[in-house]
Each structure stands twice: as structure tokens, then as C-alpha cells.
């Protein structure tokens, strides 16, 4: 519960995200999307994004082959 009583609702994807340590990038992917309105001008973002993603990947691929 929050402070007011209210029950808070959680995003499983954003807690898989914070996790990765990706969030903050997936944010920029979608403050671009929604500035923009099309996800093919935030390509900059997008690839950042995935990036971080794949490096959080071989990460833990590689922590599970120890």
C-alpha cells in the first residue's frame, strides 16, 4: 500500500526492467514514441535499448555456464 491507503499496482515487465538495468533507456523508447508518434524516428533509442539488453543477456548466459 501507498502512503494514501492505495493499493500499488506493479508492471511486470518494469520490474523485469529495472533488473536489467535497462529501464531508464526503455523510457527514452517511449518518451520518443510518444513525442514522435512513430517508433521508426526513435531508431537511435531503439538500438540503445538493445543493446543494453543483449549485454544484460550475455551476462546471464555467462553466469549460468560458471
Known amino acids: 500500500m501507498t502512503a494514501h ?3 500499488e499496482i506493479t ?3 518494469e520490474e523485469m526492467l529495472k ?9 527514452k523508447v517511449q518518451e520518443c514514441i510518444a513525442e514522435t508518434q512513430d517508433w521508426r524516428k ?3 533509442q ?8 543483449v549485454n544484460y543477456t550475455q551476462k ?3 553466469q549460468e555456464s560458471s
Not at 531503439?46 to 539488453?53: I, S, T, Y
Request: proline fraction near 3%; hydrophobic fraction near 30%.
Open 46 to 53: 531503439v538500438a540503445e535499448f538493445k543493446k543494453c539488453m
Open 60 to 62: 546471464q548466459q555467462s
Open 11 to 13: 508492471d511486470p515487465v
Open 19 to 27: 533488473k536489467t538495468g535497462c529501464i531508464n533507456l526503455h523510457y
Open 42 to 44: 526513435c531508431q537511435v
Open 5 to 7: 491507503g492505495s493499493v
